[in-house]
């Protein structure tokens, strides 16, 4: 094929280009057109700077250097607060001496000592409570209440002192009561009420007894959590566990005293009794202290009582007056 002579596009007709156009089926020739020169290099820079490249991202730059410098002076700021601070403590706990090698005071601050609940409680003491709660308890009991009312309270004031002196056995009691400087004989009985005022007075037959003048159960101990040790002591000449009340008891107030202090207008804010007990668990003797008290220490309210206990668990019989005493019924 000559130089000039090209192949046309649409039948294929070899002809001379010179001629212009194909001279079978009269296409026109077309030279051809020369490809892109291809640059060297990548994609991005070929275009770089086009709207066809995004622009890189740009992260700031970091010293290394700078970096580990700032964790080291963090790091050490921190060691440095916790040395100060230790060593102000050893300083002032005397510890570490000051500049001329003597030690600095050390400063103790008193502790009032005081009782705190603990488990420690004797083994016995589960026998205490049972004793204690049992309304069949058999046993000769005195029991002695002192309540003093200020007149801050009730305008006057007053004071009631209560003796009470007997026993109780299967849920039968009998005893004299002392209070407002009248003295009984009481007896209760399978559920009836014997009075005579003494020294010379007829049985009668009460409607019922009080119920702050029932003995038994005694003191409202429910729970050993009610009662902590204190030590053991010598009590007349016996050797005795003594036990305080802990804030779990809930007194009742009106059979503590052996009195009906329910109208009073305030009650006990402080309350403890303190029991002393063998080491086999059986009572001896109790104290109880209820008080309230005004800002300025003056008791608004005192209640002080005493117990003790003896022949705890020997059986007693405890009758109706016999026939003899014509006992009258009153309502």
Partial sequence: MAENMVRCGRCHEVFDAAEGSCAKCGTPYQPPTAAPSVS??????????????????VTPAVPGRRRNMARFFIGGGALTILLAVAFTVLYELGVVGDANGAHRPVYVVPITP?????????????MTLSQLNDPNLSAQISVESHVQVSSRVLGQSQSLIVKFDGQVSKGNQSG????????????LVDGQVFVRTLPSGKWSLAASMPAYRVICPVFGLTSPKDLQLLGQE???????????????????????AMADLSALPIKPDAVTLDLWVTP???????????????????KLLDIEVSYTFSQVGVP?????????QSPSYTA
């Fill in 114 to 126: 005081g009782p705190s609940p603990t488990d420690a409680l004797p083994p016995t003491i589960a």
């Fill in 280 to 298: 086999a668990g059986t009572p001896v003797a109790a104290t109880f202290s209820g008080t309230n008290s005004a800002t300025d220490g003056t």
């Fill in 316 to 324: 007693r019989q405890i009758v109706a007056p016999g026939a003899s």
């Fill in 234 to 256: 010598t009590r007349g000449g016996l050797l005795v566990n003594h036990l305080r009340s802990t804030g779990w008891w809930t007194p009742d107030i009106s059979r503590l």
């Fill in 40 to 57: 060297e290099g990548m994609y991005a820079d070929r275009y770089a700077g086009t709207e066809l490249v995004m622009a890189p991202e």
């Fill in 176 to 187: 004299t009561i002392q209070a407002a400087g009248v003295t009984q004989e009481v007896r």
